[in-house]
């Protein structure tokens, strides 16, 4: 599956923004996505990820209580909306699609990637 990942910007700390990844076909209950992010200088790291077929979801500590990783499988489009950004949240945002568990949270294990949209948070 091909994944196509939208809505990075610019904006300042405390505000909020919404990413989108759409896949090219169709999903299924045994699919699970995430979300992982890059800062420079840094490996990618862990977000987010949901199963498509059920309610399990798990995240990074880092971003608990303030990011909710969603789906629409109508649209067979994942959403990770990002209230109280932080500048520490700057990074490349990757969504990412595996056939599994959905608490998987090493990218060896997610075989199809989007092509990453930049967050950038100003102080």
């Known amino acids: 599956v091909q994944l196509q990942a939208s809505g990075g910007g610019l904006v300042q700390a405390e505000d909020s923004l919404r990413l989108s990844c759409v896949a090219s076909?169709?999903?299924?209950?045994?699919?699970?996505l995430a979300w992982f992010r890059q800062a420079p200088g840094r490996e990618r790291e862990y977000v987010a990820s949901?199963?498509?077929?059920?309610?399990?979801?798990r995240y990074a500590d880092s971003v608990k209580g303030r990011f909710t990783i969603s789906r629409d499988r109508v649209a067979n489009t994942l959403y990770l909306q990002m209230n109280n950004l932080k500048p520490e949240d700057t990074a490349v945002y990757f969504c990412?699609?595996?056939?599994?568990?959905?608490?998987?949270?090493?990218?060896?294990?997610?075989?199809?990637w989007g092509q990453g949209t930049q967050v950038t948070v100003s102080s």
């Open positions: 990412a699609a595996r056939t599994g568990s959905p608490y998987v949270t090493h990218e060896q294990e997610y075989n199809s």
């Open positions: 076909r169709r999903l299924y209950s045994s699919h699970a």
């Open positions: 949901l199963s498509w077929g059920d309610d399990r979801i």
